[in-house]
């Protein structure tokens, strides 16, 4: 079964840069049939998808956030990372990573609050 | 990018009774849907994949279907434990994206 733990700072300021690790563990993240994403949910709200990374390097992001977003993988550490720049007050959320699979997405992280404050 | 409206947004219900939440795509997504149950401070819980497939482990009174581009989520039978928060989410063509959600309240 896999596990996903996201890691990185709670608070960030506005106008600096997000970063947050999502550590997988009970399987490998080279596994050829998942593509690794992240999603966030703003506070009393819904859910969007931020972008999602295969284990080779490929990407895809959401139009709306594609200027500041970057995911990236590293195999030999079993993680993926999601770096998002600029932030302001709007980009406050839980944010999760997820296993992105045909059969949706099964396995997620705990999630892990930012607040972008000053 | 395919709007997916979910409706209703609240829904009041009994235990024991069946309910279902509705949603539609802004055009084809296949069976590229899925449904998802949230509780407050948890991760969303995967339920149904492909529109209609039932998730591993999720008790077989949870059911999807779909026809064209509107797919339901049916309960039949309302437990305590499935008073929370429902979302669909495309997964057809990126960028993903999900329904606004419906809030299952106890009536």
Do not use: H
């Not at chain 2, 409206?5 to 009994?14: D, G, R, W």
């Not at chain 2, 055009?27 to 407050?40: F, G, T």
């Not at chain 2, 497939?53 to 999807?64: C, H, I, N, Q």
């Amino acid at each position: 079964q896999l596990q996903l733990q996201e890691s990185g700072p709670g608070l960030v300021k506005p106008s600096e840069t997000l970063s947050l690790t999502c550590s997988v563990s009970g399987g490998s993240i080279s596994n050829n049939n998942y593509y690794w994403g992240w999603i966030r949910q703003p506070p009393g709200k819904g859910l969007e998808w931020i972008g999602s990374v295969y284990y080779s390097g490929s990407t895809y992001y959401n139009p709306s956030l594609k200027s500041r977003v970057t995911i990236s993988v590293d195999t030999s550490r079993d993680q993926f990372s999601l770096k998002l720049s600029s932030v302001t007050a709007a980009d406050t959320a839980v944010y999760y990573c997820a296993v992105d699979s045909t059969g949706g997405w099964p396995f997620w992280g705990q999630g892990v609050l930012v607040t972008v404050s000053s | 990018d395919i709007q997916m409206t979910q409706s209703p947004s609240t829904l009041s219900a009994s235990v024991g009774d069946r309910v279902t939440i509705t949603c539609r795509a802004s055009q084809s997504i296949s069976r590229w849907l899925a449904w998802y149950q949230q509780k407050p401070g948890k991760a969303p819980k995967l339920l149904i994949y492909e529109a209609s497939t039932l998730e591993s482990g999720v008790p077989s009174r949870f059911s999807g279907s779909a026809s064209g581009t509107e797919f339901t989520l049916t309960i039949s039978s309302l437990q305590p434990d499935d008073f929370a928060t429902y979302y669909c989410q495309q997964y057809n063509s990126y960028p993903y994206t999900f329904g606004q959600g419906t809030k299952l309240e106890i009536k």
